[in-house]
């Protein structure tokens, strides 16, 4: 973030937070949300949590958003309503040990969203920002606004000699 007194989201590379504020979701301690968490074991969970202290165990990735599998509550997880509203949408999920970025092929509400992911039999979802900030770019295929994005997730396959 660009004033380091900003919140974004907890976000988790290597086992370190990637900045000053994404260890966190927010001051607000009573605010928990959804967090698709890998261990250093390669075991992948969605916890709701506040910040990376409290997933269990440490995690070696980590990137909150909104829970859409196996738990929903929007109002739980204190989201602001526009994040719900119709627009595009993304999503990091996993089957297992292995892990997806799903983006909508149309403009959807978080609803329409939460059940075509969970109509591909994930075990467990996280919604990501949605709307300009969801880009899609696999093998040529490209989808989204063309916007510049402060940041990305990439997902691919490991190599045999990658930790």
Known sequence: ??????????????GKPIG???DRVSYNADMKRGTLCIDTDGNVSVQRVNNINQIKPKPRFA???????????????????DILRRTWHTAIA??????YLITSRVMCDMRDFKRYVEALGVDGAVALDGGGSTE???NGI?????????????VGRKKENED
């Open 142 to 154: 490209y989808q989204g606004s063309g916007r510049g994005l402060a940041s990305a997730i990439k």
């Open 1 to 14: 973030p660009h004033i380091p007194a900003s919140v974004w989201g907890i976000a988790v590379e290597d």
């Open 63 to 81: 990137v909150s958003g909104l829970s859409l599998s196996p738990h929903y509550d929007p109002d739980g997880e204190m989201v602001a309503g």
């Open 20 to 22: 000053p504020n994404a």
């Open 94 to 99: 996993y089957k297992g040990t292995d892990v």
């Open 136 to 138: 899609f770019s696999c």
